[in-house]
């Protein structure tokens, strides 16, 4: 009793130091440091000036894009590409040109239709000049102004950005239209885990089967099919600045298409070794449409099968 | 030499656009490009700051860092400069700046960029000094003539100081001093002091 007597009249200042404490508590932060705070969180203010994001009066994404693409973009990108050239040719040195295994048989069988061979054509020499142009904006600095000087260069990469704005969208309909006509045929089977696991033929002289896209084919189609999709929708960010898309936005897309692009062009280089000095007989398949049945039957067996049962059965008909 | 440095004092600017305008003119920057943007943050409320902004002209500048055809130079006097005739306008400098410094006279269909156009602290461009071809593409350059940018010249209420850093730093810290923590241009303490 004589406790609670003692204490509660007491409690009053307890209940003041508790209401003084959130007092302060409300005013910890300066009012002027708010108004910074806000601009480096990139809040948005009001600007009697009309542009693309006029309001913002700091964005600190644009460093964190800076340091991307200076840094790990560019330095690990052109390792890779390095890595990827060194070691087709090391590869082509150690194991070179896989001949064919029998001579040719004089017979030959359409691979690829008058359509396909257009679309592919069309396809691959839009993704060079886009490549080269692509990686002349990235490595240009580097590599060609020590070269052509700075006017001299200047000009030239006017073109290459003119060149690479128009021909983006026309490679992605190019793109697509591949994507969607040889999507049937791009289904992983049990097939191409032996042909994996072969390594293709191209490690040995074992002939591991495939049908009319072989594995290694069926992975470009769909490496084409993810990266290469990512690449023309941040593409089409990138080359599209009147919808005012944020420089946030372009930031992401720009970083997208570095890395899509750079995974592109290393793996294209592979399709082209193996396509063209890589592969006895298979470049004739892109350009005249007829490969070799010898060439067929050592590189598609299951689809050279399939191909020869369709002729009898269009024959027996006939008959 | 001078280092330039751009300061504006947010206790001091009453966003009247001023120096926008100035810039404008004095420079005959094209339709749709402006060099300098007054921004006000938390406008109509209390504590409502402005602040006037163009390039600042960094010492490491992102834009300088990630132009694909290296356009960018730093004058003497820490001033960023860029070669219109270089430029490609390929809009990597203004992803990269944190002021939103360069613009870009739209040239074409979809928004194509023309070449760029930013905040020169008034001091032309790689063209002979005052010459008719600078004038033309960078506007006036009043540094040659000895003088300082006219953002700055321009300002009301002083908050917009522009010129070599050191007397930028000195005569900020004295308006610090003299304000000892509180703001000198703002409410009823300014206003209706006995």
Known sequence: MLLAILVLPLSGYVVNAFAQAEQQAEQTTNPRSDTWRQVRQANEGYTAVKGRETNELIQGSGQNWRQLRNGPMATYGSWLLAFVLVAILGFYIARGRVELTHPRSGKTIERWTLNERRLHWTTASLFIILGITGLSLLYGRHVLIPLMGYPGFSAYASIAKWLHNILGPVFMVALFTILIKWFKHNFFTKTDIEWFKAFGGMVGDKHPSAGRMNGGEKVWYWTLATAGVALCFSGLVLDFPNFNQEREIIQIAHIIHLLTGLVLISFSFGHIYIGTIGTEGALEGMTTGQVDVAWAEQHHDLWLQDVQQQSNEHNKKEE | ?194
């Open chain 2, 1 to 194: 030499m001078a280092r330039m440095k751009f300061l504006c004092d947010a206790e001091r600017c009453i966003e009247c656009n001023a120096c926008v305008t100035a810039c404008k003119n004095e420079h005959e920057v094209p339709w749709g490009v402006n060099r300098r943007r007054v921004v006000t943050i938390d406008d109509g409320l209390p504590g409502e700051k402005s602040i006037s902004v163009a390039c600042m002209h960094c010492t490491d500048a992102p834009c300088q860092a990630v132009c694909p055809v290296d356009c960018f130079y730093t004058t003497d006097d820490g001033v960023v400069l860029h070669d219109k005739d270089i430029c490609i306008g390929c809009g990597y400098c203004f992803y990269a700046c944190p002021f939103g410094a360069p613009q870009y006279p739209q040239e074409g269909a979809f928004g194509a960029r023309g070449k760029m156009d930013k905040c020169t602290f008034c001091a032309g461009g790689p063209e002979e000094d005052n010459s008719q071809e600078e004038l033309d593409k960078y506007g006036r350059n009043r540094l040659a003539e000895g003088k300082l940018p006219l953002c700055a010249e321009m300002c009301s209420t002083k908050a917009l100081i522009a010129g070599d850093g050191d007397i930028v730093a000195d005569l900020f810290r004295s308006r610090v001093v003299r304000r000892g923590g509180r703001p000198d241009s703002w409410g009823w303490n300014t206003a209706y002091k006995d």
